[in-house]
């Protein structure tokens, strides 16, 4: 009885119809004006026009009316006020300053992948054939949005906002405690908090069918923009995600990912079970178990400043 869904999110950007585009060239469907979706869910990622690029509303769904009371009461014990209507709770996040929207529904299911026959050592699936992803003409599309990643000077109060007030729960927390990777899906994390010097969206992923697909689409939009590629392909050791991190044309970084950890027995998950904390005692861990280290604008992009002054012009820090 709690969260059960990442519904969608609304992204403020200068130029929204060059990001709608750039969805549209990479396999989203554009199913309203200012909305894109994927072949199994029509709103995934919605866009309107800001003076900023930011995150402007974060769209969950819930189990029950009795939890839309139960996450007004949290989160009025943490200050923040919220309006329940029928079967949808309003509020505006204390640090982050974008809508919140919990709905009681659910994420429509996705239809399973289209396997590829692989030849792995041993056992050969694939006979006399080329791999799909040889013979496959057009990259496959992204599936579903997955996470959001958010940076904040104050990470102590964005965790309590959502991990106390709405009830996200903790899968993996890295810097000591300070980052945290919170799911309401079985997904290992539908969030990440991480300290940054402004609060703004360092990411929002994708989930591709598979590494080639990851792949493929990554490598697609590289070839529209040379310099759009921020760090990939890897695989996480935190989610165990396979990984391709790329800049969106407002600037904002999305990832395509594959292959994240499910967790359907809280009791079953060990957090931290892989020893590793960016930063931590045994020395900083590289992003992934494989793949290349992240660069300095992973979690500083060029443009904080300018996200950190547009706030500040707006009161919102
Ligand atoms: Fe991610």
């Not at 496959?140 to 959502?162: C, E, I, Q, S």
């Not at 996200?168 to 079985?186: H, P």
Request: hydrophobic residues 40%; glycine residues 10%.
């Amino acid at each position: 009885m709690a969260l059960n869904g990442l519904l969608d999110i609304e992204l403020g950007v200068p130029n929204p119809d060059d990001l709608m585009d750039f969805w549209e060239r990479q396999g989203m469907i554009r199913t309203a004006d200012g909305v894109l979706g994927t072949a199994d869910r029509d709103v995934q990622l919605r866009v309107t026009e800001a003076g900023y690029r930011h995150m402007s509303e974060l769209h969950m769904s819930c189990e029950s009316e009795q939890d839309l009371t139960d996450i007004a009461g949290r989160i009025a014990d943490l200050g923040v006020e919220s309006q329940v209507v029928d079967t949808r709770l309003t509020c505006v996040d204390p640090v982050f300053h974008h809508r919140v929207v919990i709905d009681v529904t659910a994420p429509h299911p996705l239809t399973p992948s289209q396997h590829r026959a692989w030849n792995h050592a041993g056992e050969q699936t694939r006979t006399n054939a080329r791999a799909d992803a040889v013979t496959e003409e057009a990259p496959r599309p992204p599936r579903r949005l997955g996470h959001v990643v958010l940076g904040t000077p104050d990470p102590a109060k964005a965790y309590a906002f959502f991990f106390d007030g709405l009830g996200f729960k903790v899968s993996d927390q890295i810097l000591k405690g300070i980052a945290t990777f919170g799911r309401i899906e079985q997904d290992h994390h539908n969030l990440l908090i991480h300290p940054g010097p402004t609060s703004y969206i360092n990411h929002y992923a994708m989930e591709m069918d598979d590494i080639d697909a990851v792949g493929k689409a990554g490598q697609a939009v590289v070839g529209e923009r040379e310099d759009a590629s921020v760090v990939g392909v890897g695989r996480h050791y935190l989610g165990s995600n396979v990984f391709w991190y790329l800049t969106d044309p407002s600037g904002t970084m999305f990832e395509f990912f594959s292959d994240i950890d499910q967790i359907i027995d809280d009791d079953a998950w060990e957090r931290d079970h892989c020893r590793r904390d960016w930063g931590g005692a045994d020395g900083p861990a590289p992003l992934g178990v494989w793949g290349p280290p992240e660069p300095e604008v992973f979690f500083n992009p060029v443009d904080l400043p300018e996200i950190g002054a547009a706030r500040e012009a707006l009161g919102l820090d």
